[in-house]
């Protein structure tokens, strides 16, 4: 069995501030013990500076612990006249390691579709960025008994367009839109079944990605589910949005993330 290592990746969304940052580089510096598990942050793109300021201050305080970069969205497009967009080249000089592509707030809200995730993923790809995809059904799907279904449609574009070795490269965030900032969480149980259907699907094609490619689960993860979310053996940490605004609560998820 692959020895993946946990991930807790933090979607601020539209939300923080330098001085959350300020905050959680203050605690990680003391609460984060080793290197078990990535940490992931992923400010709006207005805070990338002071998150890798805080980053580069800090660097002899984290001992060795995985903190990384990334960004929420990006452009398909490298350069050109697009008013307000960010190419993958700007997310890699500013620092970023990660990007997440594809999350069901762009997918629902700004029209993405699928084969424009595609090109986002390959965008990601080219300039040397990792991109976390996120994949999910809606909750009428998942009435309905459509979760994989429409879990495979999002990938297979992905691998139509780029190959489905491209996920080497790759972690995929499963996402249940019924979950995402409702507070309502899917159960360990439903986590590990989705996470064990996408990697079933990988590894029909390539038995390697689908062991080692990491799957984070997101959707209202607190500290009090973590744990048993954490603990399914096809579930490699999580995709964390409201949480990741308090450092306190944030912190023990990582930590739970370290231990599991």
């Not at 940052?21 to 990338?48: M, W």
């Not at 497009?77 to 890699?92: I, P, R």
């Not at 399914?232 to 995709?239: A, I, M």
């Not at 409201?242 to 231990?259: D, K, R, Y």
Request: hydrophobic share 40%.
């Amino acid at each position: 069995m692959a020895l993946r290592r946990p991930m807790v990746a933090g979607n601020w969304k539209m939300n923080g501030s330098a001085q959350l940052a300020q905050e959680l580089f203050k605690k990680f510096a003391t609460k984060l013990q080793n290197d078990s598990a990535e940490v992931v942050l992923c400010p709006p793109s207005i805070y990338l500076e002071s998150v890798r300021q805080q980053l580069d201050a800090n660097k002899d305080a984290l001992n060795g612990c995985l903190v990384r970069m990334g960004a929420q969205n990006l452009s398909q497009h490298d350069f050109g006249a697009y008013t307000g967009e960010v190419s993958g080249q700007m997310l890699k000089d500013s620092g970023c390691r990660y990007v997440i592509i594809g999350h069901s707030e762009r997918r629902r809200m700004y029209g993405e579709t699928s084969d424009i995730v595609a090109e986002k993923f390959a965008a990601a790809q080219k300039h040397g960025l990792t991109p976390i995809l996120c994949v999910g059904e809606s909750g009428p799907a998942r009435e309905a008994r459509r979760t994989f279904e429409v879990i495979a449609e999002e990938l297979d574009v992905v691998i139509e367009k780029n190959g489905t070795m491209a996920f080497d490269n790759a972690i995929i965030a499963y996402e249940p839109l019924w979950a995402v900032g409702t507070g309502k969480s899917a159960t360990p149980e439903q986590a590990q079944e989705v996470h064990a259907f996408i990697r079933k699907r990988l590894s029909e094609v390539s038995p390697y990605i689908g062991e080692n490619i990491r799957i984070l689960y997101g959707g209202s993860v607190t500290p009090s589910n973590a744990a048993d979310l954490f603990a399914q053996p096809d579930v490699d940490g999580g995709l964390i949005g409201g949480v990741s605004l308090n450092s306190t609560e944030f912190l023990s998820l990582c930590s739970i993330a370290m231990s599991a």
